[in-house]
């Protein structure tokens, strides 16, 4: 079935610092894909998205592109602050199926020290 | 307004109880989701409704027992609790299942503590 695998956390870093939070998938459709933010004591909310290969998603300086040839949706953001902290999931939909779902990753937990 | 809204957010119960956890949208969605998250952060689909009527039915024990009333409510109702039943219960919902966007709407989640 389908799947998706990020990275294992926790992941710390120093404010201003480089992130890459690495995502992989396994699917036999066309996925939509995903990063979805969860912040300490609240629900998932989507940080953005791509629909198609070669698709770029973006919002808050994170950024993450569609790669089919890697089956890959790393996230990427070039300067994090300690407000980013919060635990990370990549997720795919499969817009094939007639009750799609969301499959999430694992999560990563992101650390931001100031 | 909260979108997406749960209750209760804590829940503390022995074992061998029933208890229901409810959830309500007022996003005006078709279809509206319960995920399991265990201690590990790890999410995992259980139900989907769409409409009321159920279209996703995860490997869940029959004790779990989802009811969607509307389409603007879906309750999960947990028979004899046990000690692996502890987690967070997260209610979600979403635009339409056919022309899936994948956003989905999260509630802020209901911890359970089976004693």
């Known amino acids: 079935g389908d799947s998706v695998t990020q990275m294992e956390g926790p992941v710390t870093l120093s404010e201003e610092a480089f992130l890459t939070i690495n995502c992989t998938y396994t699917a036999t459709g066309y996925p939509s894909l995903f990063w979805y933010v969860q912040y300490p004591g609240e629900g998932l909310q989507l940080l953005l998205k791509a629909t198609k290969a070669d698709d770029k998603g973006s919002n808050k300086g994170f950024e993450a592109t569609y790669r089919k040839e890697t089956t890959s949706f790393h996230l990427e953001k070039g300067s994090v602050q300690v407000s980013d902290s919060a635990v990370y999931f990549c997720a795919l939909s499969d817009r094939g199926s007639s009750a799609s779902k969301i499959i999430f990753g694992s999560g990563t937990r992101l650390s931001i020290r100031p | 307004d909260t979108a997406v809204s749960q209750t209760p957010k804590y829940l503390v119960t022995q074992m061998g109880n029933d208890k229901s956890i409810k959830c309500e949208q007022n996003l005006g969605h078709d279809t509206m989701y319960w995920y399991k998250q265990d201690s590990k952060k790890f999410l995992k689909i259980m139900f989907s409704y769409n409409n009321k009527e159920l279209i996703i039915n995860e490997t869940v024990p029959n004790r779990f027992s989802p009811k969607s009333p509307d389409k603007a409510h879906l309750n999960l109702h947990i028979n004899s609790l046990e000690l692996g039943d502890s987690a967070v219960y997260f209610c979600?919902?979403?635009?339409?299942?056919?022309?899936?966007?994948?956003?989905?709407?999260f509630g802020e989640g209901s911890r359970l503590t089976v004693l």
């Open positions: 979600a919902s979403s635009q339409d299942v056919g022309h899936h966007t994948g956003e989905l709407f």
